[in-house]
C-alpha cells in the first residue's frame, strides 16, 4: 500500500543522518503519516522513531527541534479531529475506521524506553495542545487525566534522572510546560517536582544565549549605534545587533516569558525546599544587576527619555528602538510576576522563614530567610536595576508592580538595621551633587522614592545625614527641565522627613530654608499638585497639637500669608506645562487649567482643615475674598467648588467644621462666596440657603 511504503521510505531515511535543509520534509511527511496511517502499531513505530531518529537528534537544532516535534503532534491532532486529513484514493478503510482515542493510545505508546524521558514531553504536551482545541470533548476524561498523568510523570522522571542537565533537554522542558501548564488538572500542577523544576524553568529564558543571557545584547548594541547625520545616533534596522535581538524576541524562549513566568510563579509558591525559592530571588537579583551594567555599557543609556528627539534619528526612534523596549519591559514585567509570588510566599508560607530543611546550605538559608527583610532587601534592589526600564514604562500604574514594590517596603521597614543598611547601599555614589549619567540621575529618583517611604523608620540623625543630605541638590532650583521627577520626589523626601514625629528639631531648623526654596521651585520645576501637598502638609505639621506648635506658633499663619502675598502678582494666565484633572469633582473626568493665582488659592483652601478654630475664622474670609481675583470662570468654579468640599466632606473636625457653618450661615460666607451670582438670586431667602441651581 502506498501509506506502508511512505512509512517505510520516512523511516530509513530518519535513520540517517540529514542536513537541516531536509529536515522540515521529513518533519512534514510525519505529520501526514501520522494522520492517514490506520494501524495503531504503524502510528506507534512512527512515534517511537520521531523521537530517537538520528537524522533529527544527531544535531538538533536547539529548541526549535524540540518545537517542531511538539508542532507534528498537535497538528496531527487538530487534523485527525478536524476530518480535513486526505487519503489516497486507493486507501482504504478511511481515516474514521480509528478513533481518536485508539490513534491517542497508539501514540503514547510510541513514547518508550528508546528515547530519553524529556523528548516524551513532546507527544504528550502536542497532543494535549491539539485535542484541547476542541475543548477537550473529543477525548473521554479517563484518557485526559492519562494524558495529563503521563505528561506530570515524563517531567518528573526526566528531572529525577537528570536529563534536565542537559542544555537542551532543560529548555524544551521549560517550553514545552509553559503551553500545556494551563491545560492540567490542579491536582497534576501540585504533582509537579516543583523543587527540581524551578532552576530549570527560570535559568534558560534568563541566562541561556538563545533567551535573554544576563543582558549580554545590550552592550553588544554599542557597536552598531554609530553617529550619522547633524549629530544624531543611529541604530540601524540591517545591524547585526538588531537582527540578533529580532530573532531572540521571536524566540521560543522569549515568547514564552509570559506563561513561563505565570509558571515560575506557581512554582515558587509550591517548592517544598525553602533554599529553591531564595535561589531564585538571588538569581533575579543577578540577572537584573547584570542587565543594569549591560545597559551602562550602551551609548542608549546616555541619552536622556526627554532628548531623544534631539539626539537620535528617526529610524531609531520609531523601528529599532522600539523592539528593545519592548524586550526590556517584557523581561521586566516577568520578573515583576515572579516576584509577587515570592512575596506572598514569604507572607503567607511560615515554612519559608522556619524550615531550613537537611540542606546542606541550611546556614545560608537561615540567615536569609529567618526574617523576611532580607528578601525584601534583595527585591527592591532587583526593582532599582530594573528602574531604567520601570520609570519609563510607566510600570506605577501596574498593580502587579506596585504591590511588590510596597510589599517589599512593608517588610523591610520591621527592621530599621537592615534599612539603615539598604538605604546607605543605593544612596547616591556622590551626595549633594546631581550626576551627569541619565541612568545614575534615574537610579537618584529609585533613591528620592523608596527612602520617603522609610522617613519613620530612621533616627533623626540619619534623616538628616541621609535623606535631607541627598534631597537638598534636587530641591528644584536647578532649571534643568529633564529633573522634574527628580525635584518633586526631592520635595516628597522633604515633606516625609518633616512630618516624622521625631524630627521636632530637624523640622524648625530647615523648614524656613525649605519655604524658600518651595516658593523659588513653585511654578517652573514642580507641580500645581506637589506645592498644594507641600503647603497642605507644612501647614499641618506645624499647627497644634504639634510639638513644632509649641516652639513656633505662628508658623501655620506664616506660611499662609507667604502664599497669599503672591496672589497678587501671581499670573491670571493658564500654566502652560499642566492640564490639571479638577480635584474638586471626584467623580468627573473634566480637565480644567489652572493658572498659578488659582492654584495658589487651591493651597490656601487645602491648608484650611488643619488651621486652630481662631486662625481659621481669621482665614476664611481672606480665602473667599481671593476668590474674586479669579476672572476665569472654569477656574473660579473649581476654587468654588473645592472650598465647599473641605467644608463639608467631613476633612473638617467637628469644631472646624462649626466655625465654617456658622460663617458661612450667619457671617457673610456665602456672599462672599458667591458675590457675583447674588445679583441673580430672586425673592427673599433664609440666611446661608442655598440657589437652587447652584453647583455648590
Known sequence: MATNRSLTTLIRALQIESNEQDVPRLLGSATTLLTLL???????????????????WRNPNGVETTIQILSIFNSASVHLLSGKASRPALESPAITD??????????IKGADERSPRWRHLLVFGGLLLGFSKHDGHALSDQLRRVLENATVTATNLALQQGEASDNLAAKSIAVVLSHVFELLNDTERLSLDHNSLLPILYQPPLFDKDGLH????LSNIDADVIEAIQGKFDWAAGSSTYVQTKRMSTGPLFSSLGSLSRLIAFAAENAQDPAAVVTLVGDLSHFARSLCVQW????LSEIDISEELVYLTENALKTTLPLLWRVLKSSMFATIMILRSVLGR?????????DTGSSPNS???RMLTSTAPFVAVQILHILRNFYFISSRAGASSFSEYTFVYLTAIDILSNSPVQVEAFLQDIKPSEIGIIPQHPLDRCHDLFFLNTSEHFALVLNPRLCEDLLVTAAMPYLGLDKDRRLLENFEAAHSVMLAVFAAPMNTEITIRHINAYYDVLFKAFPQNISARQFRMAVKTLVRITAPPSPISEVQPLLPSTLLELVYSRLA???????????????SKPHGNEQVVLSERAILILALVDSLPYLPPPELVDWLPIVAQSLQSVQNDSMLQSCRHRLWEVMTNGEMDVDRAAVCAAWWGTRGGKQMVLEDSIVSEKGPFMSGALDETSKL
Open 38 to 56: 490506520s494501524n495503531h502499531l504503524n502510528i506507534t513505530l512512527l512515534t517511537a522513531q520521531l523521537l530517537s531518529a538520528p537524522a533529527l
Open 98 to 107: 480509528l478513533t481518536a482515542e485508539k490513534w491517542v493510545t497508539a501514540v
Open 214 to 217: 544576563f543582558g549580554y545584547f
Open 296 to 299: 551602562r555599557q550602551n551609548k
Open 346 to 354: 514569604v507572607l503567607g508560607d511560615v515554612r519559608l522563614p522556619m
Open 363 to 365: 546556614w545560608l538559608i
Open 569 to 583: 502678582a501671581a499670573p491670571t494666565q493658564p500654566l502652560p506645562q499642566a492640564n490639571i484633572l479638577d480635584e
